[in-house]
């Protein structure tokens, strides 16, 4: 086994945003595993899937251990997994906060921690969290459970990234606005846009760039980057 190259786990990989990080990763010479709940089978010899629940601490395993079988170490981890319940705070369901909290929150603590253990292995390594443009609310939208939980995300980026700098492990997390995947499928584009000072929603691809700049930006940690149009700083 040739185990010289870097390795990447991606979590929710198999549409929208995971799929291009799967893609930019691939350009950077990574080879990736990729999880989520319906990913199929790869034709490209350097990507492993993984189908599971990323909220099992069962499935963080299955993915980590498949990355050690298949390639031999793990270098990065990529939180992309989440999920996105829109409603009144006193709409909200008990299944709502499970569903969201067993995706968003368990997701990121059983495959964090799964991943970490191999990352160790290394000289060092990257723990990048999708999270949320959560700072200003929502306009347009109900984003409570988007703050509980995103917003808990981005202040654990910063708790860990100081946890781990002695090992050389850097924590970073990127926040996205609006973007352009298959859970925007036949909403209103231009309206979401303009909840964006740049007027516009944002694309999968624009998302990728930034975790890609903190792959390489080796002297960046507990960084939280924007990529909303400029939401975050208001409208």
Not at 110 to 127: D, S
Not at 156 to 170: Q, S
């Amino acid at each position: 086994m040739n185990t010289s190259q870097k390795v990447a786990i991606v979590t929710g990989a198999s549409q929208g945003i995971g799929a291009e990080i799967v893609k930019a990763y691939r350009k950077l010479g990574y080879r990736v595993v990729a999880t989520s709940r319906t990913i199929a089978p790869s034709n490209d010899p350097d990507i492993a899937t993984v189908a599971g629940d990323i909220g099992e601490r069962a499935t963080a395993q299955r993915v980590v251990a498949e990355a050690l079988a298949r390639f031999g170490r793990v270098d990065t981890l990529v939180n992309n997994a989440g999920i996105y319940i829109g409603k009144p705070f006193t709409q909200i369901s008990g299944d709502d906060y499970q569903a969201i909290m067993n995706v968003n929150m368990a997701g990121f603590f059983h495959i964090t921690q799964a991943a970490l253990a191999a990352i160790e292995q290394q000289a060092g390594g990257h723990v990048v969290t999708v999270t949320g443009s959560i700072e200003n609310g929502s306009k347009g939208g109900y984003s409570a459970l988007a703050a509980l939980t995103k917003g808990g995300l981005n202040a654990a980026t910063r708790a860990l990234a100081i946890e781990y700098a002695g090992k050389r492990i850097r924590f970073n997390a990127v926040a996205p606005g609006v973007t352009r995947t298959p859970m925007q499928a036949g909403k209103d584009h231009a309206l979401l846009g303009s909840f964006h000072p740049l007027g516009r929603i944002g694309e999968p691809a624009e998302v990728a760039d930034a975790i890609v700049f903190l792959e390489n930006a080796q002297f960046t940690t507990g960084e939280i980057i924007h990529v909303d149009g400029g939401r975050h700083a208001g409208s």
